[in-house]
């Protein structure tokens, strides 16, 4: 690479247009870099595809890459508005490109800036996916249109209210919007309305600042309530823990020896590997009748012990 530089010495213009954009300070400067990297024709970019293709050129390749980097710059800009870093964004783009290009076959008649749109959004949504927030979230094929497509379909319903009346301001979805968002996106109305109040809302830290120190440190999590210590709770675990124990010794009392036996066999016993007790069949081989027979004396005896649980408790 050669560069042409004036009587100061300042660098004034890069003598091959394909090198690779070198580090620059800001992003601002990488963007007017990639922005000035040449356009392809449709022969060059089917003669670049092809060498790629038949003879994993890379240098075609790169070729390929470095001249839609200003697409990734346009797309990325359209998710600006979650809050992430945009040179993070475009970064999550290139990765895209890179394999929209890899994939890419000049074959299909089909330019690579379409191709490679799908690759690019791809790679951004599942980034926003992963960063936007600390609790993840849209993990279905419904949830993730919902995600992308509610803020932008809001602000389309806010520009209209705001058109219809100046004077007014609404953060919230009435339900005729909401309505109308469900039946677009084919998602549920319940949907709507959570997805709408999980972007609206924020991330709180639990446990106290870490610039706080000492005793008066404090967060959230200092007066969330402990489950474990609840009465009820407390209580309800007690009454838990005496019908696993006394009451199921108490409900096994009511059965024949044989019934209990069963069920203690099939439920109670447990073998070293935890793979349970004994099956029907070997139940069934041991007293001499039929699977069936053990099965439905199984369910008779839960039945009695059942009914014995809840006098006892």
């Known amino acids: 690479m050669t560069i042409q530089t004036g009587p ?12 690779l954009v070198p580090p620059l300070g800001n992003l601002d400067a990488y963007i007017s ?23 994993n050129d890379l240098e075609s390749a790169g070729k390929l890459v470095l001249s839609h ?35 890419f076959d000049p074959d299909h008649g089909v330019r690579l800036v ?8 791809a790679e951004i949504h599942e980034y926003i996916l992963k960063n936007w927030r600390m609790v993840k979230m ?23 209210s705001a058109a219809a009346d100046a004077g007014t301001h609404r953060e919230t979805l009435s339900d005729s919007e909401i309505d109308l968002m469900a039946s ?28 706080d120190d000492g005793e008066d440190a404090f967060g959230p999590i200092a007066y969330l309530s ?28 009511v059965l ?13 016993n447990v073998n070293d590997d935890n793979s349970g007790g004994m099956t029907l069949h070997e139940l069934a081989a041991e007293y001499g009748v039929s699977a069936e027979r053990i099965r439905q004396i199984e369910a008779s005896a839960m039945k009695k012990m059942k009914t014995a649980l809840v006098e006892y408790a």
């Open 184 to 211: 677009t996106l084919k998602v549920k109305r319940e949907e709507v309305i959570e997805m709408e109040t999980r972007l609206s809302g924020g991330d709180i830290m639990l446990d106290p600042s870490p610039s």
């Open 69 to 103: 980097l200003r697409l990734v710059v346009s797309i990325s800009r359209q998710y600006l508005g979650y809050g992430l870093p945009h040179g993070d964004l475009i970064q999550e783009g290139n990765v895209g490109l890179m394999k929209a290009v890899k994939r």
């Open 33 to 55: 870099a990639v922005n000035r990297m040449p356009m392809l024709t449709l022969e060059e970019e089917q003669e670049f595809a092809r060498k790629l293709k038949n003879d």
């Open 226 to 253: 402990d489950a474990n210590d609840e009465p009820s709770a407390m209580i309800e675990s007690r009454q838990r823990d005496l019908l696993a124990s006394d009451g199921i010794a108490a409900a096994l009392e």
């Open 8 to 19: 100061s010495g300042t660098a004034l213009a890069v003598a091959n247009p394909w090198a």
């Open 114 to 121: 379409s191709y490679a749109m799908h690759w690019i959004k």
């Open 138 to 160: 849209a993990t279905t094929k419904a949830q993730r249109k919902l995600f992308f497509n509610l803020r932008s379909m809001k602000q389309g319903f806010k520009a209209d």
């Open 256 to 268: 024949d020896e044989r019934s209990r036996r069963i069920v203690e066999e099939r439920w109670l």
